[in-house]
């Protein structure tokens, strides 16, 4: 963190810099479909940073996120064969629909946007091979992953993240509080909307349809010209202008958007891919925070090293919640949703957090021992009312772990930053902050503390001593 080099790292922090370009260039390449496969040559330039040494170092000091951080480097440069065989037996994997053969990509995006249930089960009943293929190369990937924990000196996942987080018991019960206050309004709900669209239990409906399927009236902004607007609002008008945003599809480009912090502050980019409906703007406007924060916070890269993903996370869901709200949409947008949609984007966002605090639970108690497949089914069906494929159980947690040991963690700490920041915000700003620059002093703070300090500290000046107390209850903060 700036100005705070520990020893060990010292003679490193060149190489850390010229490392952390190199890999976030090659991820934004690969992400945005400019590159088909990792550039294998980087990891062994700087096996010094990735052999494991310094994050022993780290540990032994009690920096943990410079340790989360090293712990990414060493795992990611022994995983290389393993991830470019999974990606590639993805892409090889096919289902017989409707009398073809189609990839997996096509037939999931199918399933998910199928019109009725019973349509929604026969595509389901389609894709079971071919999930169930994915899935035996998923735990191909996840020996590899074994192995080369192991190299680092740990048998068991658990142990790693209690290495690298400390003591998340604390977290793991604010999880299960926040579902227990949550579950009957959410289960109440969701029986009405289903009823109201006409579809059943089956996962697409509540984990993508629900979420994705509101669509921007014609004759709105386009999401990258929005995106900017507001940003300059916020009185970043030099970074809504220098930060680039890549809106072309291609061919293997990432679903959704991401933003690289390559060479922060000066070169920072976000990527996404054009879909349509809301979600483009929500993920874009959350992509471009993290741009924002880049751009205004550090000085250089490794000011960035060891910082903490919950509050980066935190600010990118706060901007993403703005993006649901009516006054953003009239004023950046230039359109206005009807009643249903906004009562859907709320339910879309009770939903999300429910998802988040399911999977803290669900890994750690997988990285504990339990039986993957049972565990996701049982969490799903009593949490978020779907009855889902057991053969869809490591999906999603493959998507985070290659960024870090227990990624979900930092997911759902991020709730809560987003609840105190969002009252903070409010506070200075007014109920439509997002709409006016009266907080642009607050978050350029922000922005360039959440490189100095650790998570506590930042929610400590948002006024939160201990964020566990934060039931995370998303609507609460939101017009």
């Not at 009943?125 to 192995?147: I, N, T």
């Not at 480009?253 to 060479?263: E, N, S, V």
């Not at 947008?333 to 709320?346: P, Q, S, W």
């Given at each position: ?155 068991e996942q658990a142990a790693l ?212 497949q049972r565990e996701f089914v ?102």
């Amino acid at each position: 963190m700036r100005g705070t080099v520990p020893t060990y790292l010292r003679p490193h922090v060149e190489q850390i810099e010229a490392y952390r370009r190199e890999v976030f260039l090659d991820l934004y390449l690969r992400a945005s479909g400019e590159r088909a496969i990792t550039d294998r040559a980087i990891h062994g330039r700087y096996p010094e940073l990735n052999d494991g040494r310094l994050f022993r170092a780290a540990l032994d000091a009690g920096d943990l996120g410079y340790a989360r951080a090293l712990a990414n480097l060493c795992l990611t440069s022994r995983l290389l064969d393993a991830s470019d065989r999974l990606a590639a037996a993805q892409l090889d994997i096919k289902v017989t629909l409707d009398g073809a053969e189609v990839g997996l990509g096509r037939a999931s995006a199918a399933w998910a946007s199928a019109a009725t249930e019973d349509e929604r089960r026969r595509i389901g009943a389609a894709l079971a091979p071919g999930f169930e293929r994915r899935e035996v190369e998923q735990r191909r990937w996840l020996d590899a992953y074994g192995a080369a924990r192991e190299a680092l000196g740990f048998d068991e996942q658990a142990a790693l993240i209690r290495a690298v987080h400390g003591d998340v018991s604390r977290w793991l019960d604010h999880a299960q509080r926040s579902l227990d206050a949550t579950r009957d309004v959410y289960l109440a709900e969701l029986r009405e909307w289903r009823r109201r669209d006409g579809v059943g239990d089956s996962g697409p409906f509540t984990l993508q349809l629900l979420l994705g399927g509101v669509r921007v009236p014609a004759g709105g902004a386009s999401s990258d010209k929005a995106v900017r607007q507001t940003a300059a609002a916020w009185g970043f008008h030099e970074q809504a202008e220098r930060i680039p945003i890549d809106l072309v599809a291609r061919p293997g480009k990432l679903a959704g958007a991401m933003c690289a912090r390559i060479d922060p502050p000066r070169d920072v980019r976000v990527t996404s891919q054009p879909g349509g409906g809301l979600q483009e703007y929500t993920l874009l406007l959350h992509e471009f925070g993290h741009g924002l924060h880049f751009t205004t916070g550090p000085d250089r890269p490794f000011d960035v090293f060891g910082d903490d993903q919950s509050i980066s996370e935190g600010f990118g869901i706060t901007f993403q919640t703005a993006a649901t709200e009516p006054a953003w949409l009239a004023q950046f947008v230039g359109v206005r949703l009807d009643d249903d949609a906004y009562a859907r984007l709320r339910f879309a966002e009770l939903a999300r957090a429910r998802h988040g605090a399911v999977h803290v639970l669900y890994e750690h108690r997988v990285f504990s021992g339990a039986d993957a497949q049972r565990e996701f089914v049982d969490l799903y069906r009593r949490e978020l009312g779907v009855e889902i494929s057991p053969h869809l159980a490591l999906t999603w947690m493959l998507f985070f772990l290659p960024l870090q040991p227990f990624y979900a963690l930092h997911l759902h700490q991020a709730q809560t930053v987003r609840q105190a920041l969002w009252r903070r915000l409010s506070e200075v700003g007014g109920p439509t902050w997002y709409a006016n620059d009266r907080c642009h002093e607050l978050l350029t703070d922000l922005f360039r503390s959440a490189c100095e300090l650790d998570f506590d500290e930042v929610m400590a000046k948002l006024g939160v001593r201990d964020a566990t107390t934060l039931v995370v209850r998303p609507g609460d903060e939101a017009t």
